[in-house]
């Protein structure tokens, strides 16, 4: 027999309360976990994502094992990059390309990047270019200034190349530059020195320290080599050497020496390089082998033969001069 009693249990006030209370709680332990998935699911996402923009190297292999930690803010902020090409501008808006393997910040903020096998094409005011490499190298983008280190190599455009063990370009003063000796072999020669500055502008190179220069006879006509101990200014656009410093010109008929010794060349209508300008000033010395001619200031002066060859027309010295031959000794105070 049905109890009523029983039915009325059911719609009374106490037990209706209790069953939608029942109901509530259970609904909102199930939003609250719905809320939790939403947002924790993106937010895996999300760092996946994150650690593959940081670390890009990571897409290129198919086989990892990783520990993967929350990455602090600083492994965040540093820039890594793989396979970059740098453009930067010199203070001639001339724009020189630099390659990379990769480019590592080494401290967050700092603008200075470790480079992996950086490769730049730096132009000049003319139509040559310089190709400089190196294993390592850095830049410093606020100062705008490349470093290469270990094994730099060095090749202009015309076939000179040369090997130095650290370089610097500043793109500030468009300066190639470095305080580690230099070699470096050519078409027309050699030289050796213990530092160097290049200013692509003005195609001016300054050899620092001691320096040794061997030029082939198929660039002056004679071989010739020119030493000095202090340094070596060549200014490429006027085709003029001056070396500093107990600086030797050795011809092999002739030696001249002095404190700074002038050389300025031009090329002929053969084609040929030839002297155009000679002096010496300090303690000048010419030696042919058999006499010595000493005085305080050397010029010489050129003249064009019938064939339109530059040649030798008198040379000047003047200032204590002092001849000794085998048949005596003059002194004067100039002599041609």
């Given at each position: 027999m049905?109890d009523?009693?029983q039915l009325?249990n059911i719609?009374n006030?106490t037990?209706l309360?209790s069953k939608v209370a029942?109901d509530?709680?259970?609904?909102r332990?199930?939003?609250r976990?719905?809320?939790t998935v939403?947002i924790v699911?993106?937010a895996?996402?999300a760092?996946?994502?994150?650690l593959?923009?940081?670390f890009?190297?990571?897409?290129?292999?198919?086989?990892?094992?990783?520990?993967?930690e929350k990455?602090?803010?600083?492994?965040?902020?540093?820039?890594?990059a793989e396979?970059?090409?740098?453009h930067?501008t010199d203070k001639?808006?001339?724009?020189?390309?630099?390659?990379a393997?990769s480019?590592d910040?080494?401290k967050t903020g700092?603008q200075?990047f470790?480079?992996?096998n950086?490769r730049?094409?730096?132009?000049t005011?003319?139509?040559?270019t310089i190709n400089?490499?190196?294993?390592t190298?850095?830049y410093?983008r606020?100062?705008?200034i490349?470093?290469?280190?270990?094994?730099?190599?060095i090749q202009?455009?015309?076939?000179?190349?040369a090997?130095t063990?650290?370089?610097?370009?500043d793109s500030?003063?468009?300066?190639?530059?470095s305080?580690?000796?230099?070699?470096?072999?050519?078409k027309?020669g050699?030289?050796q020195?213990?530092g160097?500055?290049y200013?692509?502008?003005s195609?001016?190179?300054?050899?620092?320290g001691?320096?040794d220069?061997?030029?082939s006879?198929?660039?002056?006509?004679?071989?010739?080599?020119i030493?000095?101990?202090?340094?070596?200014?060549?200014?490429?656009?006027?085709?003029?050497?001056?070396a500093f410093?107990?600086a030797?010109m050795?011809?092999p008929n002739?030696k001249?020496?002095a404190?700074?010794?002038?050389?300025?060349f031009?090329?002929?209508?053969q084609g040929?390089t030839t002297?155009?300008?000679?002096?010496g000033d300090?303690n000048v010395v010419v030696d042919?082998g058999?006499?010595?001619?000493?005085?305080?200031?050397l010029r010489?002066?050129?003249?064009?033969?019938?064939?339109?060859?530059?040649?030798i027309?008198?040379?000047?010295?003047?200032?204590n001069?002092e001849?000794?031959?085998?048949?005596?000794e003059?002194?004067?105070?100039?002599?041609?």
């Amino acid at each position: 027999m049905f109890d009523l009693k029983q039915l009325d249990n059911i719609f009374n006030d106490t037990n209706l309360n209790s069953k939608v209370a029942s109901d509530e709680d259970a609904l909102r332990q199930h939003k609250r976990k719905t809320r939790t998935v939403k947002i924790v699911f993106p937010a895996i996402a999300a760092a996946l994502i994150g650690l593959l923009a940081v670390f890009p190297s990571l897409k290129e292999h198919t086989e990892l094992s990783l520990s993967v930690e929350k990455p602090t803010q600083n492994e965040i902020e540093k820039l890594h990059a793989e396979n970059t090409v740098m453009h930067v501008t010199d203070k001639s808006n001339r724009v020189n390309t630099f390659t990379a393997e990769s480019i590592d910040e080494i401290k967050t903020g700092s603008q200075i990047f470790k480079i992996k096998n950086p490769r730049g094409k730096i132009p000049t005011s003319d139509v040559q270019t310089i190709n400089i490499s190196a294993p390592t190298g850095y830049y410093n983008r606020n100062r705008k200034i490349f470093s290469l280190r270990k094994n730099v190599d060095i090749q202009y455009s015309d076939g000179m190349t040369a090997k130095t063990t650290e370089a610097f370009y500043d793109s500030k003063t468009s300066r190639i530059y470095s305080d580690s000796p230099l070699s470096a072999d050519g078409k027309y020669g050699s030289l050796q020195t213990q530092g160097f500055e290049y200013f692509t502008d003005s195609e001016q190179a300054v050899l620092k320290g001691k320096t040794d220069i061997h030029v082939s006879a198929e660039a002056f006509g004679e071989k010739t080599d020119i030493y000095a101990q202090e340094k070596v200014e060549i200014y490429r656009a006027e085709q003029k050497l001056k070396a500093f410093g107990h600086a030797v010109m050795v011809q092999p008929n002739i030696k001249v020496s002095a404190d700074i010794l002038t050389a300025a060349f031009i090329k002929d209508e053969q084609g040929r390089t030839t002297l155009s300008e000679f002096t010496g000033d300090g303690n000048v010395v010419v030696d042919n082998g058999k006499n010595k001619v000493r005085a305080n200031k050397l010029r010489t002066f050129f003249k064009n033969d019938d064939k339109k060859n530059t040649a030798i027309d008198r040379i000047e010295m003047t200032g204590n001069v002092e001849s000794k031959t085998a048949d005596g000794e003059v002194y004067a105070s100039r002599g041609v």
